[in-house]
DNA sequence: GAATGCCTACTCGGATAATTACTGTCCGAGTTGTCTTGG
DNA sequence: CCAAGACAACTCGGACAGTAATTATCCGAGTAGGCATTC
């Protein structure tokens, strides 16, 4: 099981847009020619960011996609539900009723206690992803990347936003 | 993404094996036909275990599976990671190298930030499995379960362990 | 009656198809900025 | 010179193929127990 390289995809552009100045657009041509992935695929991807709320979009020429969030109130669960779906990574079919030694109307009371293990552990997953934010990632990135490239950076993206 | 359903299956094979009397050994056949599941693909499931070192194999009549090792020994990660393997479900991709601001021979010192997170849940994940051993779910389950299910079932599998 | 050797039936393990999901691509509907034209 | 209208280019969104991974199946190598045979 892997995740898609959307989210990945996703979660870079998300880190562009947080550097983005208020009300400004950045289409998905720029986004894909400043990560270097096919700009058809990447637009899915931003699709679904802006079908969860994440992002708002405009077209036109000098249209595309901004924050509809402060940095500060988005996750990067927010960001991956958004690609990957809420739907838990692990999925109960209930081969416990398959047992052949059960009545056939026996009702169980509680879920499978396997089912609840792997839940927990999805959830801490997803606990995890919550408590960083686009604005926590903002500062990080900032502490790492040389002055020199972040700038040149912001310039590129500038010169492209609308 | 999702996990394989075959992690489902190779839980609940562990959890009977749990029950089964020190020595005795279950067929891939008795397992399969227990949880209602096709009988070649769960040998497959069972091949990984078998693989991991967490079941033992015999071959021949009265042959099948019996655990490498005491219950409490063995968690939910060994398992999961037995059937899906172990590598993050997280891969990155660099694509942080494409940004074209880069210098063409900078090289970074830390992964990548986004990276770093989302290892960083996938850690949480593996740690929340990693403690939850066979012997925890076999106390559940036998709290869990009607005394009599649990009986019968017991019974059943005596039957056909060889 | 007991021991020995052969045989059969059953086991797991790896190699082979069918299906599903992911990856990537294309084209159409809609909007905004620009240019032309007229007042 | 200014305003209005038409145009063109660019945008996103959903519909359409190609590829990889998961799901399912089949067959062969090997082993342990059972049975017949012999002593």
Redo the contacts with the bound molecule.
Sequence with gaps: ??L???VEWALHCCAVLSNLPEGRYL????LSEFHGV?K??L??A??GL?KAGIVH?????????RLALPAGEITFLNVVEAVEGRKSTFQCSEIRANNPCRPGDFCDDKPCAIARVMWKADEAWRQTLAAVSLADLQQTLQQDLPAEILRRSTEWLLDRAG
């Design positions: 099981m892997n898609k390289n959307q289409s998905a041509r720029s096919p058809e695929y637009g899915k931003l699709q802006s979009t405009t077209l036109g020429p000098s249209g595309g996609y």
